[in-house]
């Protein structure tokens, strides 16, 4: 049989990325865990691009309007709201007080939103900004973490996202870890992929499905999991917990992973992204 580009990315996939199907979580496990989350949303980038595109130069990119009526940000609070969680943290940086007038306290959806600004207006990174809202109080440490930024939509699926993630980090803990990454299986290539042999093509696919899994932007966090911020964040740089935090935790096994299909995770990052969600949007409705 010859190889195709398709099914090489099959066998990969098999390799890479093979799902927990044997632990089990309950609905009550999960609805105990609800009023002992937060939900951090990261908020103070400038999305140059996306605000270039948008004419929205006077606006924090999480506060694009997305449906008609709802900014990417409060979408992703009425999503968390709409499960019973009703703790939220927005962390901020750029336009920070716009934000904080475009949420207020929560009171909109029955929830309460603190705020933590990034230290003396440095840019940290999203793991600084994490710590430091550890360090000031705003992130409660005796709660988990959902931490999501708003610019990663989740459109579409069938169950509750918020249920769905909590059900995954519960699995993560039974297996002896403390945080877990949303993945999707496989993102699409934005270019014609190819198998080459010798150097003649063989198979060629416009934008193929990579089976790589990535990584959302949402990401769990047991309590325990705070130390390692602690220790390996610094607040006198910048810095991604992707890129510090994370990888220790895989080193040492206890960092999990739950796997949302491909099509449900919209990353508004363009002109193209908003489109792509608008048009999501319309069709679960």
Not at 84 to 96: E, M, Q
Not at 162 to 178: A, T
Not at 212 to 240: M, N
Request: charged share 25%; net charge negative.
């Amino acid at each position: 049989m010859t190889d195709t580009l398709e099914s090489i990315m099959e066998a990969l996939k098999s390799r890479i990325n093979t799902e927990d199907t044997t632990t089990r979580i309950s609905q009550d496990e999960i609805e105990a865990l609800i009023p002992n989350t937060v939900v951090v949303m990261p908020a103070g980038g400038k999305g140059t691009r996306i605000r270039a595109e948008t004419q929205s130069e006077g606006i924090n990119k999480v506060m694009i309007t997305i449906d008609g009526s709802q900014s990417m940000i409060e979408k992703t609070i009425s999503d968390y709201a709409a499960v019973g969680i009703s703790k939220f943290v927005v962390l901020t940086g750029f336009l920070a007080e716009k934000i904080e007038e475009h949420l207020g306290d929560g009171a909109k959806w029955d929830v309460e939103i603190a705020y933590s600004r990034d230290p003396e207006g440095r840019k940290v990174g999203n793991a600084g900004a994490i710590l430091h809202a550890l360090n000031n109080g705003a992130i409660d440490d005796t709660l988990t973490a959902i931490v999501h930024n708003p610019d990663d939509m989740i459109i579409g699926l069938k169950r509750p996202y918020g249920e769905v993630f909590l059900e995954g980090h519960l699995k993560g803990k039974k297996n002896g870890c403390v945080s877990t990454f949303v993945v999707v299986p496989e993102t699409p290539f934005q270019y014609s992929g190819m198998i080459i042999d010798k150097g003649k093509v063989s198979d060629i696919t416009k934008y193929p499905p990579v089976a790589i899994p990535a990584h959302t932007g949402i990401t769990l966090f047991d309590p325990e999991a705070y130390d390692y911020f602690r220790r390996l964040v610094s607040l006198e740089k910048e810095s991604s917990f992707e890129n510090v935090v994370s990888p220790v935790l895989a080193k040492e096994g206890r960092l999990y992973a739950v796997n949302i299909p491909s099509e449900n995770w919209i990353p508004v990052n363009d002109l193209k992204g908003i489109e792509a969600a608008r048009a999501a949007l319309q069709r679960s409705n």
